[in-house]
């Protein structure tokens, strides 16, 4: 069967895809490709599950554009579906007088952006979180939010296989000719091809004459469990973050079930899939990841070898803990037990400039459409993000 519609990647963005395209076109055939056995199996299912609230971006970003609508839209779809949603809020406190500068600064990244956002004091601040330690204010984020992201994406699958898309696990991808995507699992043609494969969008769009300007730099994301009890921390608790790269920097976070971990880290990773020892180890990656990775750390692009050397300091558990410690007035450090399931944030990096991406990137023709650096907040902004790439580039 010929299909219209083929996406490579069954994470959230594919997913969404699919659901905007059954929306505007119901008879379209669909067909989803995915390496794995099922869908959700990398970051869309290992990501923190917080949906986040939009202050963080500027304004001109797509990251602005789509998180708060996005944040209002995966409310919206959890309660229709019954999947439980933890509005349990988040706090961004200070250490100091520079800092607090900072904060004003992401209130109004926040306010331009159409995020319910607000400055509050100290003792407003203890009023939602007692346990909070910060510098005379603190930022509120009553909107930001946790769900169990796998659990969205079998909902979305479920909702799909009912609308007739269909998919195909276990399927590679290995090249393309003339509309036709060869996998592992057997060829399949299709007028238009989707590329949403996460850590291997890059790869695809290469083969494709896409994304040449790019490369993908893996980061490694860890969250320590904090198993004491649930009650220690009752809201999401997040420091200033440094806004030159786009990492959040290790926070308190409450999961749908109410759980305490802390994290993630943000180590470089030497392939794509290195989540753990040697598994899904490959020699080309390695070499390809870690010559960038050493040029990084010479010119210290973006703070590179700062963040590097930080990083590596995590692995050991009391400095860890400590960085959340500073956050709050107490928390047990025996409390915190064993990591969570590694997750890997399949973060673009410009060639020619060594920077990292920080917006989301979509390059495309009358055939190909490639999804390229959908970071966090990807899943956030999954349904307003998938229905601007089916009108502008998919459907247009």
Same mark, same amino acid.
């Given at each position: 069967?010929?299909?219209?519609?083929?996406?490579?990647?069954?994470?959230?963005?594919?997913?969404?895809?699919?659901?905007?395209?059954?929306?505007?076109?119901?008879?379209?055939?669909?067909?989803?490709?995915? /390496?794995? *056995?099922?869908?959700?199996?990398?970051?869309?299912?290992?990501?923190?599950?917080?949906?986040?609230?939009?202050?963080?971006?500027?304004?001109?970003?797509?990251?602005?554009?789509?998180?708060?609508?996005? $944040?209002?839209?995966?409310?919206?779809? !959890?309660?229709?579906?019954?999947?439980?949603?933890?509005?349990?809020? /988040?706090?961004?406190?200070?250490?100091?007088?520079?800092?607090?500068?900072?904060?004003?600064?992401?209130?109004?990244?926040?306010?331009? $952006?159409?995020? $319910?956002?607000?400055?509050? $004091?100290?003792?407003?601040?203890?009023?939602?979180?007692?346990?909070?330690?910060?510098?005379?204010?603190?930022? #509120?984020?009553?909107?930001?939010?946790?769900?169990?992201?796998?659990?969205? !994406?079998?909902?979305?699958?479920?909702?799909?296989?009912?609308?007739?898309? *269909?998919?195909?696990?276990?399927?590679?991808?290995? /090249?393309?000719?003339?509309?036709?995507?060869?996998?592992?699992?057997?060829?399949?043609?299709?007028?238009?091809?989707?590329? !949403?494969?996460?850590?291997?969008?890059?790869?695809?769009?290469?083969?494709?004459?896409?994304?040449?300007?790019? +490369?993908?730099?893996?980061?490694?994301?860890? #969250?320590?469990?904090?198993?004491?009890?649930?009650?220690?921390?009752? +809201?999401?608790?997040?420091?200033?973050?440094?806004?030159?790269?786009?990492?959040?920097?290790?926070?308190?976070?409450?999961?749908?079930?109410?759980?305490?971990?802390?994290?993630?880290?943000?180590?470089?990773?030497?392939?794509?899939?290195?989540?753990?020892?040697?598994?899904?180890?490959?020699?080309?990656?390695?070499?390809?990841?870690?010559?960038?990775?050493?040029?990084?750390?010479?010119?210290?692009?973006?703070?590179?070898?700062?963040?590097?050397?930080?990083?590596?300091?995590?692995?050991?558990?009391?400095?860890?803990?400590?960085?959340?410690?500073?956050?709050?007035?107490?928390?047990?450090?025996?409390?915190?037990?064993?990591? +969570?399931?590694?997750?890997?944030?399949?973060?673009?990096?410009?060639?020619?400039?060594?920077?990292?991406?920080?917006?989301?990137?979509?390059?495309?023709? +009358?055939?190909?459409?490639?999804?390229?650096?959908?970071?966090?907040?990807?899943?956030? !902004?999954?349904?307003?993000?998938?229905?601007?790439?089916?009108?502008?580039?998919?459907?247009?």
């Amino acid at each position: 069967m010929k299909y219209d519609f083929l996406i490579i990647g069954s994470g959230i963005i594919g997913l969404s895809i699919a659901t905007k395209l059954k929306d505007s076109r119901s008879n379209a055939k669909i067909l989803i490709l995915e /390496k794995e *056995e099922d869908v959700a199996r990398h970051a869309s299912g290992r990501n923190s599950g917080v949906l986040h609230a939009g202050f963080y971006y500027t304004a001109d970003s797509l990251k602005a554009k789509f998180t708060v609508n996005g $944040n209002k839209a995966m409310r919206a779809y !959890c309660q229709s579906k019954n999947i439980p949603v933890n509005q349990c809020g /988040k706090l961004v406190v200070a250490r100091d007088e520079k800092e607090l500068g900072q904060l004003y600064e992401l209130e109004c990244r926040g306010k331009r $952006n159409g995020s $319910n956002v607000k400055i509050i $004091n100290e003792t407003e601040a203890s009023q939602i979180e007692p346990n909070i330690k910060t510098h005379n204010f603190a930022l #509120y984020s009553p909107d930001t939010a946790s769900v169990n992201p796998t659990q969205v !994406c079998h909902s979305l699958k479920d909702d799909l296989k009912a609308k007739e898309v *269909e998919f195909k696990f276990n399927a590679r991808y290995l /090249k393309h000719q003339n509309g036709t995507v060869e996998t592992t699992a057997g060829s399949f043609s299709a007028g238009k091809v989707i590329n !949403c494969a996460g850590l291997y969008a890059d790869k695809i769009a290469h083969d494709f004459g896409f994304g040449k300007k790019y +490369t993908m730099l893996p980061f490694k994301g860890l #969250y320590l469990k904090y198993t004491k009890n649930k009650t220690d921390i009752k +809201t999401n608790i997040y420091p200033v973050p440094d806004l030159r790269n786009p990492f959040l920097g290790v926070h308190f976070t409450k999961t749908v079930t109410g759980d305490i971990k802390i994290g993630p880290t943000a180590t470089p990773a030497f392939w794509r899939e290195n989540y753990q020892g040697f598994s899904k180890f490959d020699l080309g990656e390695l070499l390809s990841i870690s010559s960038y990775e050493a040029r990084l750390f010479v010119l210290n692009s973006f703070g590179f070898r700062n963040l590097a050397i930080e990083e590596i300091k995590k692995y050991n558990k009391e400095y860890f803990i400590n960085l959340a410690r500073n956050m709050v007035q107490d928390i047990d450090p025996k409390g915190f037990s064993d990591f +969570t399931v590694p997750g890997i944030r399949a973060q673009l990096l410009d060639r020619k400039t060594l920077k990292l991406v920080q917006d989301f990137v979509i390059e495309a023709d +009358t055939r190909s459409i490639h999804v390229l650096n959908v970071v966090s907040p990807a899943f956030t !902004c999954a349904f307003p993000f998938a229905e601007y790439v089916t009108q502008n580039f998919i459907l247009k």
